[in-house]
């Protein structure tokens, strides 16, 4: 095949057309999980992460290292859940909804971040949201107390 200016001219032109989609690909907010390497779960959050924009990482870590993490990190006992990732100095504890995290990150309040304890059912992640639990979306604070973010009823 031979290049001719014709065929590089419609190259550049195909870069220019994608490149503004690649970067919105790329461009979402950068967060870390730690996570359970075995749970099935955790996966699938973070799946609905990388759909929806985040520059996911992930980290494996079992039993007391994860639970000392979320301890060290601020999250109370009472709050944790199987997952944690951590988003522009933010902690995000369970199956937060990603519209929860992006208002997180746009109103900036002084917190630790953010918990849905347990594992709902029907939260991202854990099954069909058309059939979800009611749950709430924590907002942790920085001296270890809660207060809720946001409600999901049930579906």
């Given at each position: 095949?031979?290049?001719?200016?014709?065929?590089?001219?419609?190259?550049?032109?195909?870069?220019?057309?994608?490149?503004?989609?690649?970067?919105?690909?790329?461009?979402?907010?950068?967060?870390?999980?730690?996570?359970?390497?075995?749970?099935?779960?955790?996966?699938?959050?973070?799946?609905?992460?990388?759909?929806?924009?985040?520059?996911?990482?992930?980290?494996?870590?079992?039993?007391?290292?994860?639970?000392?993490?979320?301890?060290?990190?601020?999250?109370?006992q009472d709050v944790t859940s199987c997952h944690t990732g951590e988003v522009e100095g933010y902690m995000?504890?369970?199956?937060?909804?990603?519209?929860?995290?992006?208002?997180?990150?746009?109103?900036?309040?002084?917190?630790?971040?953010?918990?849905?304890?347990?594992?709902?059912?029907?939260?991202?992640?854990?099954?069909?949201?058309?059939?979800?639990?009611?749950?709430?979306?924590?907002?942790?604070?920085?001296?270890?107390?809660?207060?809720?973010?946001?409600?999901?009823?049930?579906?």
């Open positions: 095949m031979t290049l001719t200016r014709r065929s590089m001219m419609t190259g550049a032109a195909g870069l220019a057309l994608a490149s503004p989609f690649a970067a919105m690909a790329q461009s979402g907010p950068a967060i870390h999980v730690l996570k359970d390497p075995n749970c099935g779960c955790c996966t699938a959050w973070i799946e609905i992460l990388q759909r929806e924009g985040f520059a996911v990482t992930t980290e494996n870590s079992l039993g007391t290292a994860l639970f000392r993490h979320k301890l060290d990190k601020g999250i109370p995000i504890e369970g199956h937060v909804p990603v519209p929860e995290i992006r208002r997180l990150l746009a109103e900036r309040p002084e917190a630790v971040g953010l918990a849905v304890p347990g594992m709902p059912y029907g939260s991202p992640g854990m099954g069909p949201e058309a059939e979800r639990d009611a749950y709430d979306v924590l907002l942790i604070r920085k001296d270890g107390t809660t207060e809720v973010f946001a409600s999901y009823e049930a579906a």
